[in-house]
């Protein structure tokens, strides 16, 4: 098997989900633990591990890791950003940095071609995570963490095109025109984020948190 193997990861949010891709972007395999909060560390290797022992693909053939990079848990996002690094380390592979808002985002485009996607998740205390995406990939809003009030604001100004809206903090705000899904994504889907990282340059994408939110915990001045 040639080199050049895409591992697609996330534990961004409750689930942990992995997907092997071909270079071709077929899939060879797809593991996914619907509720692991709290214990990515544990599921995740023997995941990835059971992936590749399924495939009889060698850790060996691995070009490109592709990870979700938040926002999301704190410590889901540094789980599996700590073990695609430890996968890069190993393998010389190289890593690509997904944002979770915009992985959500490519998915509601992938089901309907040619509508802007609006990401709305809630981060609690009165705030959300939003990104608003065009389908040929451009940001009409940037990935960011603003108050519900104003994420309604520009939701509905971004509505002035067709717009498909997603994410847990759906139920946060009014937006009249946006289209909703029959389904609400159940999290990330490792396929899709596996092959839109397959074709971004790994230098404008690096692998680091993108939290938007400060932690909780702060060093004593």
Do not use: W
Request: glycine content about 12%.
């Amino acid at each position: 098997m040639s080199r050049g193997l895409v591992l697609a990861i996330d534990t961004s949010f409750g689930p942990v989900s992995a997907a092997l891709l071909a270079p071709d972007g077929r899939v060879m395999g797809h593991r996914r633990v619907g509720d692991a909060a709290g214990q990515q560390a544990e599921v995740l290797p023997p995941l990835v591990g059971e992936i590749f022992s399924a495939c009889d693909a060698s850790f060996s053939d691995l070009g490109r890791v592709v990870v979700s990079t938040g926002p999301g848990a704190f410590t889901g996002v540094r789980v599996g950003i700590a073990f695609a690094k430890g996968l890069h380390i190993a393998t010389g592979a190289v890593l690509v940095g997904v944002s979770s808002l915009v992985c959500l985002a490519v998915q509601a485009n992938a089901d309907h071609p040619g509508v802007r996607a609006g990401v709305i998740v809630d981060a609690r205390r009165g705030e959300a995570y939003l990104i608003v995406r065009d389908p040929d990939g451009s940001h009409a809003v940037e990935p960011m963490l603003l108050p519900v009030a104003d994420a309604e604001r520009l939701l509905v100004t971004a509505c002035a095109r067709p717009m498909l809206l997603v994410g847990s903090g759906r139920h946060l705000v009014n937006v009249p025109l946006a289209m909703l899904p029959a389904q609400e994504p159940d999290g990330i889907d490792a396929v899709q984020l596996g092959r839109h990282g397959s074709g971004l340059d790994p230098a404008l994408h690096p692998v680091r948190p993108a939290y938007l939110r400060a932690p909780d915990a702060r060093v004593p001045a």
